[in-house]
């Protein structure tokens, strides 16, 4: 069965470095996107992108984090100048084209920040 | 702008009892609810989908249902066991092709 996979399942930086967190997708699915889940909070919705472009993006979303599909398999977060406060869960999803389609998501990755 | 509420957020019943989680949510523009598992500390297992034309969807011990024009769901688990211990949750995909979560029903089983 198809899956989302994401790399690596648990990341640990110091404050203030830059980190990326990949996925890739499964493979015929059109729609992409990031989700957060701070510890023992609900899952926050980041980032939609569609059609290589970012289709939907929520407040969380600023200037320090930013999504690329570098090579057509890839769906990168990049998370800047990270902060005690990036610490979560990050969960990447894809789905495939309409409304009907299932979201799949990949197992996680835990950020810690340091 | 939507919102998902659960409750119970939190339930604990013996082992073998039949059980009903319910989730609501506020605008009924909705394309598909989504019911999820998720075991502490780790990722989203996908348990059943129903599209909002749909009524009900079931796997194996697990029937969820959908009142659309009600905004109500409920995920009930037949003869529960220890193994199903986890936190339930479900999220709606809105009309922006977003999915809404709610934050979640705590379930312990006891053996």
Known sequence: EPEVTQTPSHQVTQMGQEVILRCVPISNHLYFYWYRQILGQKVEFLVSFYNNEISEKSEIFDDQFSVERPDGSNFTLKIRSTKLEDSAMYFCASRGLGGVAEAFFGQGTRLTVV | ?111
């Open chain 2, 1 to 111: 702008k939507q919102e998902v509420t659960q409750i119970p957020a939190a339930l604990s019943v013996p082992e073998g009892e039949n059980l009903v989680l319910n989730c609501s949510f506020t605008d009924s523009a909705i394309y598909n609810l989504q019911w999820f598992r998720q075991d502490p500390g780790k990722g989203l297992t996908s348990l059943l989908l129903i599209q909002s034309s749909q009524r009900e969807q079931t796997s194996g011990r697990l029937n969820a249902s959908l009142d659309k024009s009600s905004g109500r769901s409920t995920l009930y688990i037949a003869a529960s066991q220890p193994g199903d211990s986890a936190t339930y949750l479900c999220a709606v995909l809105d009309s922006n092709y977003q999915l809404i979560w709610g934050a979640g029903t705590k379930l312990i089983i006891k053996p």
